[in-house]
């Protein structure tokens, strides 16, 4: 299974932008990536998700101000975050994706994510 390492997390204030890094232990050239986030006291939410052929959606509340993009060679995978928002405020994951039994999605195992924390 491949393992997923977050990086590039911290301390911005509104307006501003961060770069996320997730770097693979092993290749994701044929599979769907999504980062995901969680704030305290609530649940982990999609952000933005690209498959193995590079089409992509995002939450829309980040819609425009959120890019998601892969690098197959390098085994990972980035999220520009631009125009950051208090409430962007979370522990950002990443993680490959798949459909399994019953329509479920399925995930590898979760890493510890990278704090992004937006505040004045």
Do not use: H
């Amino acid at each position: 299974q491949v393992q997923l390492v977050e990086s590039g997390g911290g301390l911005v204030q509104p307006g501003g932008s961060l770069r996320l890094s997730c770097a693979a232990s092993g290749s994701i050239f044929s599979r769907n990536m999504g980062w995901y986030r969680q704030a305290p006291g609530k649940e982990r939410e999609l952000v933005a998700a690209i498959t193995r052929t590079g089409s992509t959606n995002y939450a829309d509340s980040v819609k425009g101000r959120f890019t998601i993009s892969r690098d197959n060679a390098e085994n990972t995978v980035y999220l520009q975050m631009n125009s950051l928002k208090p409430e962007d405020t979370a522990v950002y994951y990443c993680n490959a994706y798949w459909i399994g039994d019953w329509d479920r999605r399925r995930y590898e195992d979760w890493g510890q994510g990278t704090q992004v924390t937006v505040s004045s």
